[in-house]
């Protein structure tokens, strides 16, 4: 199924991570880094541009950390947070409702941001609400962008409880020369990323992106932003998985923030009308991208640029997909259906 996906140029490289709590089942990189005919070999340690799946495995990560510390209340208000985020409409906004993407903020800013921290915050904060918070969910990078402000903020200092906190420092143990956790790639690493084409309106348009965040507004906050930025190869994603997967499944050998009840607490669905939204995660939905065959209890995310992680506790299953479709491939409706039929064939696995 994958290599039709590739042979109609839904995307050009994809490399697979497939395992249960006590290891990798099946790994494979598959197609070539670009649809160029003298394009490399994709490798499993090809390094792809994670795009969303940085809100899940850095940013609500960090949040845990930070919530499991101490240092961050889940319902704490953004009046709290940031100097500018007032008004009537807002006063109850709470760190959970940008984290289940119920705050009122839309999905994107309607002019372009500038290059700035403070260009970003006072933008989003400012800002109409798009509708009244927790009345529904719509998704949300502006919400994550703040969150990994809060993040930054919070976890600046090293308190008694442990080291600073912020959006390196949770993936940073995971990361290895061969399969890298990383924002903002050093040269080496670059080299062997599966590109991207910057979207129509970005600057950089006109060249590939190799190692570089695709996302316009991640590239503006320097490659390190809550929403996206993150690179990684798909055993790295795996590890991370795993990591997940067990907390999940009960195991109480890792230390925070994988404790199994705060897991529980994040990848537990809000309850916000007509959402499926947990705290960062996405849960089980029979018409979403994991497919059919997932149980009640899965969760996960997927990428822009072609990247998709769900975990399922109950089957003892992580799966991992990345590709670049966002480097001349397939449209978004496309990669659902890839992303569906690649969940539905690993039903029995």
């Not at 340690?45 to 940085?54: G, I, K, M, N």
């Not at 309607?110 to 260009?119: K, L, Y």
């Not at 993040?151 to 949770?170: I, Y």
């Not at 089980?284 to 065959?293: A, I, K, Q």
């Amino acid at each position: 199924m994958l290599q039709d996906a590739i042979a109609t140029r839904v995307f050009a490289a994809a490399s697979v991570a497939i395992g249960s709590s006590s290891g990798a089942l099946w790994t494979e990189a598959m197609g070539t880094l670009t649809f160029d005919d003298s394009a490399a070999r994709t490798r499993v340690e090809t390094v792809f541009d994670l795009a969303s799946l940085t809100k899940v495995i850095a940013t609500t990560t960090a949040v845990m950390e930070l919530v499991s510390r101490g240092r961050l209340r889940l319902d704490e208000p953004l009046t709290a947070l940031f100097e500018e985020w007032r008004g009537a409409d807002r006063e109850r906004v709470t760190v959970t409702d940008l984290l289940d993407h119920s705050s009122g903020l839309p999905a994107r800013l309607a002019d372009r941001p500038g290059s700035s921290r403070r260009e970003f915050e006072h933008d989003i904060c400012t800002m109409p609400l798009e509708y009244a918070p927790r009345q529904r969910s719509i998704y949300s990078d502006l919400g994550f962008i703040l969150l990994g402000f809060a993040v930054a903020d919070r976890g600046a200092k090293a308190p008694a409880d442990g080291p600073p906190v912020s959006l390196d420092s949770v993936v940073s143990g995971t990361d290895d020369i061969a399969n890298p956790l990383t924002f903002t790639p050093a040269p080496d690493i670059a080299a062997r990323a599966a590109p991207t084409l910057p979207m129509p309106g970005d600057a950089r348009r006109g060249r590939l992106l190799a190692g570089e965040v695709h996302d316009d507004y991640a590239a503006s906050l320097g490659g390190v932003a809550g929403h996206a930025g993150l690179f990684g190869t798909a055993p790295a994603v795996g590890a991370f998985a795993r990591t997940m997967l067990r907390a999940a499944r009960g195991d109480t050998s890792r230390q925070a923030p994988f404790d199994p009840a705060l897991v529980k607490r994040f990848i537990t669905r809000t309850g916000v009308a007509g959402s499926s939204r947990a705290l960062g995660w996405d849960t089980m939905l029979p018409t979403s991208s994991c497919g059919t065959r997932m149980t009640a209890a899965a969760f996960g995310h997927v990428g822009f640029t072609g990247t998709s992680l769900w975990i399922d506790p109950v089957r003892d299953r992580y799966f991992v997909l990345l590709t670049n479709r966002a480097c001349g491939g397939g449209t978004l409706d496309q990669m659902r259906d890839v992303r569906r039929a690649f969940h539905d064939a690993l039903g029995d696995v």
